[in-house]
Nanobody, 121 residues
Framework: QVQLVESGGGLVQAGGSLRVSCAAS????????MGWFRQAPGKEREFVAA????????NYAESVKGRYTISRDNAKNTLYLQMNTLKPEDTAVYYC??????????????WGQGTQVTVSS
């Protein structure tokens, strides 16, 4: 079983930056690809970024490419999402996911509870 706990969300002005984190409780020796998704009010949850277990492969949604950076520290079992040049349309609950690879919700087996990111104009 994998438990994921996001943190670091908050309120930021447009053009600003924020980093969200995801602490994962993972059995020693297990290897999981991980990703970030987000869900804005009234919209479906959507893919944001994914990273392979080693960190050598990353994938981004077009809407965040060049502004967001996904990374991980396997020694700390922590996933990060650095968000720069934030826009009001980035406002959403951001979810950490693990145990799969892809851009669909069904691709991942484990989910966190989410952290709210609000970008004011």
């Amino acid at each position: 079983q994998v438990q994921l706990v996001e943190s670091g969300g908050g309120l930021v002005q447009a053009g600003g930056s924020l980093r969200v984190s995801c602490a994962a409780s993972i059995r020693t020796g297990s290897r999981y690809h991980m990703g970030w998704f987000r869900q804005a009010p009234g919209k479906e949850r959507e893919f944001v970024a994914a990273i392979s277990w080693s960190g050598s492969i990353t994938n981004y949604a077009e809407s965040v490419k060049g502004r967001y950076t996904i990374s991980r520290d396997n020694a700390k079992n922590t996933l990060y999402l650095q968000m720069n040049t934030l826009k009001p349309e980035d406002t959403a609950v951001y979810y950490c996911a693990a145990g799969g690879w892809g851009t669909s919700l069904d691709d991942y087996a484990y989910w966190g509870q989410g952290t709210q990111v609000t970008v004011s104009s």
